[in-house]
């Protein structure tokens, strides 16, 4: 019997510590293979003698033994997704927008519920104090990085946005104290992204980071990680849930700036929206 299947519907009557395991296992398969048995216990508020008699109820015999399991069964299940593993080949449309209105809702509640008090706020004073904000990403994050530059230098903030690893590299080389560099990366471990943010760190900028996998914010060259909930497979790269944590959380760090500067970011947005209506008149 698979994991889970066994997360969803138990071969054992789960106790109430059991029932937070499950809860957590459910939400963050993903993250289990990659932590301890301590880690596990202090994220479900429970024991470690707890966590490994559950193993046992779910047939394994030590927590090793689990997350290795755990691990091929999530390998094995992401080839076969290209959609939401919720969804139906025959349904209705009307359905399937049902479900995919859910999974989105679900997927902003958890975003904004897991971030830490302060750390919006903390990162917009960075932002604000730049001389320079560069954002980059790749492929479908490096969408998100240009929009988000686009916003920010609408309102007067000296921001560039780019999507590619070259021009990221070459920025780096060039960075220093002033500058953040604010990263965009789902699974917060792209060569050419953590390459760029180590060497702008090395010459003193401030480094950060956006992405789905928290665990990559503890790099010592990330000066502050913003994480958000959504988990993708490996056919469902670039899914709107996924797109849509991101633009929330720079939404919410932007809207943040703003509040900071109301009058001058309303100011340069009112002669922003003037010049690039003035282009449209005389078109």
Known sequence: MSILFQLEKPAFRPSKADQKLLAYLRENASMVPRMTISELAKACQAGEATVTRFVKKLGFGSMQEFKVALAAELTKN????????????????????????????STLERTLSALPDGLLEDCARQILAAQRIVFIGLGNSGFTAKDSAYKFFRIGLNSVGIDNSHDMVMT?????????????SQSGKSPEVLHTLKMAYEHGAVCLLVTANRQ????????????????????????ITAKLAQFFIMDLLYTQVVKEIPEKALENKRRTAEAVEWISKEV
């Open 78 to 105: 992401s080839r076969n997704y290209i959609i939401n593993r919720d969804i139906a080949i025959g349904e209705s449309a009307l359905v399937t927008g049902r479900k995919l209105l859910e999974a989105n809702v």
């Open 216 to 239: 990559a914010g503890q790099r010592a060259f990330i000066h502050r990680c913003i994480a958000y909930e959504a988990k993708e497979s490996l056919l469902e790269t670039g899914s």
């Open 172 to 184: 780096a080389a060039l960075a220093g104290k002033g500058d953040v560099v604010l990263a965009v």
